[in-house]
């Protein structure tokens, strides 16, 4: 049976990772999320899971343990939106992402003593049009400033101005647990 060790402080990623029925420990990495030269806007949270994962010495893992780092963003119009700095830059993304689609995408790795396995997963959200006492109500109700692009799938915004999404819905909670399932499954294999 495989341990993993996850590093985040996510809540979400945390009980999402924690439902797949792995023994589970929680490590502290800290890194710089500033990019230094260009990436593609798809590219950006698997750049930053690989740099999460280069910050941790994997020397130190036993064989039965998998280091799993992740990042998350939404993009935009081509346009990379992290969290939010303040209740006014939650609102602007809000603004900006009412009544169109955008991406989500969760870069993870996966780490062992002597293997890194790493990859994107993409969602397509559509949200409906927003009104300002929408924004307003959801940014005053609910923890906004530590959420990719303002908002939570799983908060009231989702339930009530999601209508649709193209792709795995826990992605967007910020962890695909699907496809980390199956990517667990090929590296305890190999």
Known sequence: ????????????????????????QFVDIEVDETLSHP????????????????????????PHQVLVTADTVVVHNDIVLGKPQDIDHAKEMLRSLSNDKHHVYTGV?????????HFTEATTVWFDPLTEEEIDYYVTHRTVLDKAGAYGI???????????????????????????????KTLIED
Request: hydrophobic fraction near 45%.
């Open 109 to 117: 790795c996966l780490s062992t003593a002597i293997r890194q396995h």
């Open 1 to 24: 049976m495989i341990e993993l060790l996850l590093a985040s402080k996510s809540p979400r990623r945390r009980e999402l990772l924690s439902s797949l029925g792995y023994p589970l």
């Open 154 to 184: 799983q908060d009231w915004i989702g339930m009530v101005s999601i209508p649709r999404i193209e792709g795995c819905y826990y992605n967007v909670m910020g962890l695909p647990v699907a496809r980390i399932w199956k990517e667990l």
């Open 39 to 62: 990436v593609p806007a798809s590219l950006v949270a698997e750049t930053l899971a690989q740099r999460k994962a280069s910050a941790f010495d994997v020397s130190t893992l036993k």
